[in-house]
Nanobody
Framework: QVQLVESGGGLVQPGGSLTLSCVIS????????IAWFRQAPGKGREGIAC??????KYGDAAEGRFFISRDTMQNTAYLRIYNLKPEDTAAYYC?????????????????????WGQGTQVTVSS
C-alpha cells in the first residue's frame, strides 16, 4: 500500500525555519519524482519544488528560501524552509509522480501526480 505521510508543520514566528518530512512507503524514491505543493485558504495549490533522480526544480514561490532534498535510504523527502513569512501560511503536501526519474517541465501540474499525502499545516504568525 502506497502512503505518503508528512510531518514537521506547526506554528512558527516570522523569520523562523522549519523542516517538513515526507515518509514514503509502498515504492522507492529512485523510481518517482517527489514534489512539495502548498495551498493557502481560498487559494489554489502551488508548486514549491520537485526532486527526481536526475533533476530538481523550484517554483517561483521558493524564492531562494525553500530547499528540497531526499534520503533514499530512509525513503523520505524533505522541504527545508528558511526566513518564514506570514504569507507562507498554508497546508503543505508532498506528492509522487511516476515511475519517473525526472521532474521535467510539467512538475508544477498537480494533476500529473499519482499519490498525495494528507498534508501538514504551517502557520507563520507572531
Amino acid at each position: 500500500q502506497v502512503q505518503l505521510v508528512e510531518s514537521g508543520g506547526g506554528l512558527v514566528q516570522p523569520g523562523g525555519s522549519l523542516t517538513l518530512s515526507c515518509v514514503i512507503s509502498g515504492f522507492t524514491l529512485d523510481n518517482y519524482a517527489i514534489a512539495w505543493f502548498r495551498q493557502a485558504p481560498g487559494k489554489g495549490r502551488e508548486g514549491i519544488a520537485c526532486i527526481g533522480t536526475i533533476d530538481g526544480k523550484y517554483g517561483d514561490a521558493a524564492e531562494g528560501r525553500f530547499f528540497i532534498s531526499r534520503d533514499t535510504m530512509q525513503n523520505t523527502a524533505y522541504l527545508r524552509i528558511y526566513n518564514l513569512k506570514p504569507e507562507d501560511t498554508a497546508a503543505y503536501y508532498c506528492a509522487a509522480r511516476g515511475p519517473s526519474t525526472n521532474c521535467g517541465p510539467r512538475w508544477v501540474f498537480d494533476n500529473d501526480y499519482n499519490y498525495w499525502g494528507q498534508g501538514t499545516q504551517v502557520t507563520v504568525s507572531s
